[in-house]
C-alpha cells in the first residue's frame, strides 16, 4: 500500500489557521504576521496593511513588518511612506539588508541617485548575495554618469545569475556610453533573450551599430 501524498495547504486554509491562533493568542505578533502575508497572497492589501500594523504594535522589533508595510505603499506609489518604513526597519535591525535595499530602491525612483547609492552599498555590504540591489546599483552609477562603476555592479550581479537579464539591460546602456557598440548589442540581446524589454528608444540607437549577417 503506497503512503499518500501530503497536499500542501491551500492560501486559504493558512489565512484560517492564522486567525485560530490569534483567537489563542492575539497578542502575537508573529501570527498577525504571517496572517497579513496570507492576505496579501489573497489581494486583501487594506486587511493585510491592518496586520502588519497590529504585528508592529505586538513585536515592535519584527523589521520584516516594517518592510512589508513599505511595499504595500510602494503598490499603492507612496514611495515616501515605502522610504519611511523601511528605514522604521533599519532602525530596529540595523543588519537586515532588504530595507536598505528597498530605501535605495525608491531613492532612485525619485531621481535621487547618490541618496540610493549610500543604501544600495550598505546592502550588498550585509549581504553580497542580495542581487537585485547590485542590478540597482548599477543603475544608479548609470544615472549619474559612472560607467564603470555601473559596469562592476551589473556584473556582481550576473555572478550570481548569469541570466540576469536586468543586469544585461545595464550593461548594453552603460557600454553604449561609453562607445563599445558590440559589446552593448551583446548584452541588450541577452537582456530580451532573458525576458527584459528593453526599451524601444534605446533598440532603435543600437540598429546603425549592428553588423549585418
Not at 7 to 22: F, H, M, W
Not at 109 to 121: N, S, V, Y
Request: charged content about 25%; proline content about 4%.
Amino acid at each position: 500500500m503506497t503512503e499518500e501524498k501530503k497536499q500542501p495547504k491551500s492560501v486559504r486554509q493558512y489565512v484560517e489557521d492564522q486567525i485560530t491562533g490569534l483567537a489563542k493568542n492575539p497578542e502575537c505578533g508573529t501570527t498577525h504576521y504571517n496572517l497579513a502575508v496570507g492576505l496579501i497572497q489573497e489581494g486583501k492589501f487594506d486587511e493585510a496593511e491592518e496586520e502588519m500594523a497590529a504585528a508592529i504594535d505586538a513585536s515592535p522589533s519584527l523589521g520584516e513588518a516594517y518592510v512589508a508595510l513599505g511595499g504595500l505603499s510602494l503598490r499603492k506609489g507612496d514611495l515616501d511612506s515605502c522610504i519611511r518604513y523601511n528605514k522604521a526597519a533599519i532602525n530596529v535591525r540595523p543588519k537586515f539588508a532588504t530595507p536598505y535595499g528597498n530605501v535605495g530602491f525608491c531613492h532612485l525612483q525619485r531621481g535621487e541617485a547618490q541618496q540610493a547609492i549610500e543604501a544600495l552599498k550598505k546592502a550588498v555590504a550585509l549581504n553580497p548575495q542580495f542581487i537585485q540591489a547590485y542590478s540597482t546599483l548599477a543603475s544608479a552609477y548609470y544615472m549619474v554618469g559612472h560607467f564603470d562603476e555601473s559596469i562592476k555592479y551589473a556584473n556582481e550581479a550576473l555572478k550570481l545569475d548569469p541570466n540576469f537579464a536586468v543586469a544585461h539591460n545595464n550593461l548594453a546602456l552603460a557600454y553604449f556610453e561609453k562607445g563599445e557598440y558590440d559589446t552593448a548589442i551583446a548584452h541588450c540581446d541577452k537582456a530580451r533573450k532573458h525576458g527584459f524589454e528593453v526599451e524601444p528608444r534605446f533598440l532603435k540607437q543600437l540598429e546603425p551599430y549592428r553588423r549585418s549577417e
